[in-house]
């Protein structure tokens, strides 16, 4: 008699490249989904990731049984407390004789994994996640040796090994990169488009219904849950980017905008890390707008650094460097993650604009997560841990392969520079130059103390000061510390006992 096996689809493995379900065997093995408390409570996850994952996995347990697969679903009134009960009880229910998988996200569930097949008494195979562009034998590879890592370098590699925006070898255009082209600030220039709405399905609504109930006290507004489910509307809202908001996507790129959430980004990233879109799909759509003449090199360049360079990298370091990653903390930032995280309530226009949208909606921009939330968070020095916490609990597409070498690394400088080539540190001098919440906001961003003063002014300062030893070893830090020091005594005080004040009252 045919082995049966039983095959676990986490929530973000949703797609048929899943190397589990690649080798399934419909009318043998038996397909296991799971909504378990575990996975929904380990932060505390915005309402719309969990209805976003929820709604997608029952929708792609319909495909699944369409293809002629048994399934086994739990629901979450089944009332299965972890992945590891769920798969125990479908083993036992089914009679299999092995547990086939996808190796997950995090690190936190791959360690767990490890001690399944004693567990269960059989053999547990984890196959190595083949939905990435780079395998993490290729990118250990590439990192091999080499004393810094750089992502411009791996970007490069990555363009030829997958052949996007090349010409006979060489970058189309004669650059790699046009970064610099992408940095215009928000001042009203064009109309944002308003994304087409996807009306939530009866599916959806009874998943909203729900998780309405179970999480009560978990952030997010369900009433303006509009995200795609299923691989067909994923699809679309994508397409719609590609052919409205590419064009001007680059250029605003890091602008900072009162009047959307959006501005002209693609808010893809929770279909790619879930599987209902594909990475290479998505870079070789956008490299034939430009190439069909529908949006700038600048454009299609800028969007596909992010896909196939950025969130390749991040993935790469993640498991280069876990666990020890997550231990560190440059600056010694430990005070205590502010309420307002929370709540969103505070009078600083831009911090208050973006921790709400997060709150509600699951989703800001890269900008807001990096210069406005993480630039306040690394000023205030806030304890790394919670901010991390914070992070992969507040945004859809949150995992901690992804999130955590954003938030540590490239917004907290806590890995010390691998992530990124030095604190992304800024005084409300760049909030203001970069978009139009200074206008509506009760500070000013042209003073440094004062109860008018932009906080971040006096907070950068304040940064740079009790940093100055750790600052001083890296190069690009010279100017800034050189500025510094030559400032008169007094005034240097003024600013740091301003600091100070804030930071208590926090
Ligand atoms: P766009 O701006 O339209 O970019 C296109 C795509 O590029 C994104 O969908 C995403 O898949 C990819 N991308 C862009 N930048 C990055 C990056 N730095 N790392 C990885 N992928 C990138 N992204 C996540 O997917 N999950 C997270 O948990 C996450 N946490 C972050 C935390 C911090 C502190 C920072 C600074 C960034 C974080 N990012 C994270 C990266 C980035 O902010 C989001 O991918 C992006 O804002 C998602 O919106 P979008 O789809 O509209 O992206
Ligand atoms: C994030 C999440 C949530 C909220 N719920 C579930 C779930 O009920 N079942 C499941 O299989 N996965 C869930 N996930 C996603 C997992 O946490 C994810 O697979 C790991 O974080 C690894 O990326």
Known sequence: MTDHHCILVLADQLDWSNPALAEARPGIDTIVMAEVAEEANYVRHNRHKIVLLFSAM????????????????????????????????????????????????????????????????????????????????????????KKQLRMEYFYREMRKRHQLLLDQGDPVGGRWNYDAENRVGWRNQQPIPPRPDIAPDKMTREVIEEVTRAFP??????????????????????????????????????????????????????????????????????????RDGHCSLAAAEGFIRQVLGWREYVRGIYWLHMPEYAQRNTFSATRPLPEFFWTAKTDLRCLQVALSQSLDLGYAHHIQRLMVI???????????????????????????????????GMALYADHGTMASKPYAA?????????????????????????????????????????????????????????????AADEKAAIVGWADELLTKL
């Open 58 to 145: 029952r929708h792609f347990a319909e495909d699944i049984q369409a293809r002629g697969f048994s399934l086994r679903y739990f629901y979450l009134h089944d009332k299965l407390p972890s992945l590891a009960a769920a798969a125990h009880q479908a083993l036992r229910e089914t009679g299999a004789t092995r547990l086939r998988l996808c190796s997950p996200g995090e690190y936190r569930l791959s360690s767990e994994m490890d001690a399944w097949a004693d567990r269960f008494g059989l053999p547990v195979d984890v196959l190595e996640d083949t939905r990435f562009l780079c395998s993490l034998a290729e990118f250990n590879r590439w990192a091999s040796g």
């Open 217 to 290: 006290d978990n952030p997010g507004d369900l009433s303006q849950f509009r995200l795609a489910v299923t691989h067909e509307d994923a699809a679309d809202q994508f397409e719609w980017f590609c052919q409205v908001a590419l064009p001007s996507f680059g250029t605003f790129q890091d602008a900072l905008v009162e009047e959307s959430p959006w501005v002209f980004h693609s808010l893809i990233s929770m279909y790619l890390n879930c599987g209902l879109l594909a990475p290479l799909v998505v870079c070789q759509r956008v490299e034939n707008a430009w």
């Open 374 to 408: 993480g630039n306040f968070a690394l000023l205030a020095g806030l304890d790394v841990k919670a901010v991390c916490e914070w992070y992969l609990a507040v945004y859809v597409d949150a995992y901690e392969w992804v999130e955590l070498p954003n938030t540590a």
């Open 427 to 487: 005084s409300g001098k760049y909030i203001q130059k970069q978009g139009n919440h200074c206008k509506q906001c009760r500070y000013n961003p042209g003073k440094v103390t004062g109860e008018e003063a932009c906080p971040y002014n006096s907070l950068y300062w304040h940064f740079i000061d009790r940093h100055k030893d750790v600052l001083k070893t890296n190069a690009r830090m010279g100017l800034i510390l050189g500025n510094w020091r030559k400032r």
